[in-house]
Structures are given as C-alpha cells and as structure tokens.
C-alpha cells in the first residue's frame, strides 16, 4: 500500500509531499510505472515503512540511482538528505494527513 507521494522539480529542487490519496485502481504495476514514467517530474512513492515502491525515469536521472537499485530501500538510503533523519516530510505528511509543498530540499545524487 503506497503511504505517500512525493515530486520534486530538479530545476528548482522544489518538493511537495502527498500523503496516500486512498484512491484505488485496478492498474497493474506495470501500468502505474509507465503513468509515472511520462511525468517530467521526479516522483516515487513509499509504503508504511518508508520502502520506496515506485520510483520514475526522472528520478533516476536526478540521482543517478537506477529503480531497480532504488525501489526496496528505505528512502533515506537513497536520498540522505539532512531533513531525512531530524524532521522527515513524509512522516509530517502522513502523520497529518496534508500535503507539504514549495519547500526548497537538496537531495543528494549518487555522485555525492
């Protein structure tokens, strides 16, 4: 089950954080990546135990991390951004139920 989603604009490195819509398809997986592989944005997703569980093409390119390395790890693993350990956005955002948005994040890359 996907806890939340995130996006974020490498060009301005602008993040928003959505909590889990609760909107339920009968999409496959495959399906569901090739939607999320047509967003220009970065975007992936996490499950309840901040697993990522989706992770598109954009995202690959803005961290250098291929999915297949990416999806089954803790998001901060892959993005070991400071905020990841002192005030996790996707735990804010889960825990409130409200979408955060507009924050400025750096997000390390695999070169960093």
Do not use: K
């Not at 297949?68 to 901060?76: P, R, V």
């Amino acid at each position: 089950m996907i806890r939340a989603f995130v996006v974020w604009r490498a060009e301005t490195q602008n993040i928003h954080v959505m909590p889990d819509p609760g909107v339920r398809t009968n999409l496959s997986p495959q399906e569901v990546a090739t939607i999320l592989d047509s967003i220009a944005d970065g975007v992936f997703t996490v499950d309840r135990d901040f697993i990522i569980t989706t992770f598109n093409c954009a995202a690959e390119r803005i961290t250098g991390f291929a999915a297949a390395e990416a999806i089954g790890e803790h998001c901060y693993n892959i993005f070991r951004a400071p905020v990841c350990q002192t005030g996790c956005l996707l735990a804010e955002s889960i825990r409130t139920g409200r979408q955060i948005s507009g924050l400025e994040l750096t997000i390390l890359n695999r070169r960093n």
